[in-house]
């Protein structure tokens, strides 16, 4: 695959929204993207116009990796070559090896902690200032796509439809995979937000602003505001999160949560040391 840092500097200035699948996408006004430069985590090619695409598994969200799916070739896709290698059939690889973007988060160092969800790409070092082909990747793949953004020139990271929740139940705007790898829902989407966080800090430091763009006109009862757009807009009001792919796509990992960390101190060593760095 082409390495991602050719991407870089494509768009010097520009806001770039990064556009992820949660459950206010099904109400969000998607004509407000048509022509925009865009970044789509993962299926949100279903729902939005994609310029770019960004994924860990290409297998689950790739259209042309997908059964029964129209391929769309206006995307241009980006994701990590040793995981399509294993993922893909050789022909869909091949496909993917000629046409899709790559990149690499190999200097990070797993946090020892027994959960899936590790420090190894957890290097806000990646986000501060471009790094070769290296992109921070921890607990969601939306803060690789606003690192990659950023690296592409943009002033303005726009994130929209990374809710970081459920909401009435609904965990996706359309049914589609999940993967909770072994724990509450609720825990992931709080790692989605710290993530999310740390790197909109770092971006800070290089003069690039990371802020959310949300359907709802009242953020203390999104709930609802949900509710009276679906009616306005008949949508439906909930939808089933499709099947746990974590036992068929991580059973190395979700084994090894299931076993009590043997030794939690050096974990607690490299947190520390991290936030020295």
């Not at 200035?13 to 969000?28: E, K, L, N, P």
């Not at 896709?77 to 050789?90: H, S």
């Not at 099947?243 to 084994?255: F, G, I, Q, V, W």
């Amino acid at each position: 695959m082409k390495p991602v840092s050719e991407l870089y500097g494509r768009h010097p200035g520009a806001d770039i929204y990064v556009v992820g699948t949660g459950t206010s996408m099904r109400v969000f006004p998607v004509s407000l993207l048509e022509g925009k430069i865009t970044v789509g985590l993962n299926m949100a090619w279903k729902n939005a116009p994609i310029t770019y695409g960004i994924t860990i598994a290409p297998h689950l969200n790739i259209p042309e990796c997908m059964d029964g799916e129209a391929p769309h070739p206006e995307i241009t896709w980006v994701t990590k070559r040793d995981k399509a290698k294993v993922k893909l059939t050789p022909e869909q690889f091949e496909r993917a090896d000629a046409a899709y973007y790559t990149f690499d988060i190999r200097h990070g160092k797993d946090s020892g902690s027994g959960d899936w969800v590790t420090d190894t790409g957890r290097e806000l070092g990646y986000v501060r200032r471009p790094t070769g082909d290296l992109l921070y990747q921890w607990s969601s793949i939306s803060q690789t796509a606003a690192n990659l953004a950023a690296n592409m020139g943009a002033r303005n990271v726009i994130l929209v439809g990374c809710d970081n929740c459920s909401l009435e139940g609904n965990h996706h705007a359309h049914q589609q995979h999940t993967k909770w790898l072994g724990e509450p829902p609720d825990v992931r989407y709080r790692q989605y937000y710290e993530g999310l966080a740390e790197v909109r800090s770092a971006l800070r430091e290089r003069g690039v602003s990371l802020v959310s763009l949300s359907p709802f006109l009242k953020l203390d009862e999104p709930a609802m505001d949900f509710h009276r757009l679906c009616d306005e807009l008949e949508r439906p009001e909930l939808i089933e999160a499709g099947a746990d792919m974590s036992e068929a796509d991580h059973p190395r990992h979700l084994a090894k949560a299931a076993k009590p960390p043997t030794s939690p101190a050096p974990s607690l060593l490299r947190r520390a040391l991290g936030k020295i760095r």
